[in-house]
């Protein structure tokens, strides 16, 4: 195993696990005013680490399709992020964590219906689960969890659009972000600068630092994906939506009643089949892992 590849992989999980207690501190900042400076001061950082690293010729292998694909999902990122911090910022961190929890059975489901990939057993239990798990939580919330459900299907998609894109992260994003650069700067200007220019310079270091706080672990991210099979990184993903969870019940005392740990309890059993189901698939059979 490698140490190294193993600490990145940690260390950007942690970081992304302990965002909720980073976007409560651009309040009175809005989650929608919150979204267009992530965008923004993502853009700013991506492209200095691009800049650093001398690393442009990807720009010519761009092309429309890959374009288009990059352009879907920046909008698709863009619901995602601005659905989690109005998730975060209204009190909703456990839900939230609850979209990531469910994210692998709902990427499932999308290779049934779109690559027609038959389930095993063991798959269809947890997906099984995993349904029988919404609707507990439904009939506790008396509503759907929809922030956890618009959680899990865009981040879903998202990968899905990424996987046919298929461009490093720190590229894909630095596209991402400036397709997404207009609107966001639009909504600035049309809110007048919003919290900018009227709360403190700390406040708007904070707002700045947006940019670095998803810069960072994406870096990350990027040094582990190339140290370590794909096999481990899946197991690294649950990290955030446990640090995530427990920063809502712990730091910011969410109820939790009975009714709902049945359905986070549901959920869990489901990962623990789905896990367990894919390390048993890949010791029966080698696999070559191509790592991106």
């Known amino acids: 195993m490698n140490r190294q590849g193993l600490g990145y992989g940690a260390a950007a999980y942690g970081l992304w696990g302990l965002f909720p207690l980073y976007w409560p501190l651009l309040k009175p900042a809005g989650a929608v005013e919150i979204l267009a400076h992530r965008i923004v001061w993502s853009l700013v950082a991506v ?39 109005y998730a975060v910022n209204s009190g909703h961190t456990i839900e939230a964590a609850l979209g990531y ?29 995993g349904t ?10 008396g509503r759907p969890p929809w922030i956890a459900l618009v959680l899990a299907f865009s981040f879903a998609t998202y990968g899905l659009l990424k996987k046919f894109a298929a461009m490093p992260s720190a590229e894909s994003l630095s596209v991402e972000t400036a397709v997404m650069l207009v609107p966001a700067l639009g909504y600035v200007v049309w809110i007048g600068g919003g919290t900018f220019g009227s709360e ?34 899946g197991m690294l993903q649950y990290l955030a939506p446990v640090l995530q969870f427990l920063i809502g019940l712990l730091v910011q005392h969410e109820a939790m009643p009975a009714s709902r740990w049945a359905g986070f309890l549901l959920v869990w059993v489901a ?10 698939a890949i010791r029966r059979r080698p696999v070559l892992e191509t790592v991106h």
């Open 132 to 141: 029988a798990a919404v609707l507990v939580l439904t009939a506790d919330y």
């Open 101 to 129: 929890f469910i994210n692998p059975l709902i990427s499932v489901l999308f290779g049934v219906v779109i690559f027609r990939e038959r389930l095993r057993a063991w798959q269809w239990a947890a997906v099984g689960l």
């Open 200 to 233: 403190g310079t700390g406040h708007v270091l904070l707002l700045v630092g947006a940019g670095v706080v998803t810069a960072i672990p994406l870096m990350l991210f990027n040094a582990a994906a190339t140290r370590l099979p794909l096999s481990m990184m």
């Open 271 to 280: 990962l623990v089949a789905l896990t367990w189901d894919g390390a048993r």
């Open 47 to 85: 492209v200095v680490v691009l800049a650093a690293a001398r690393n442009w010729g990807w720009i010519r292998t761009l092309g429309a399709r890959r374009f288009g694909l990059l352009s879907a999902a920046a909008v698709i990122i863009s619901v995602n992020w601005a659905t989690y911090i």
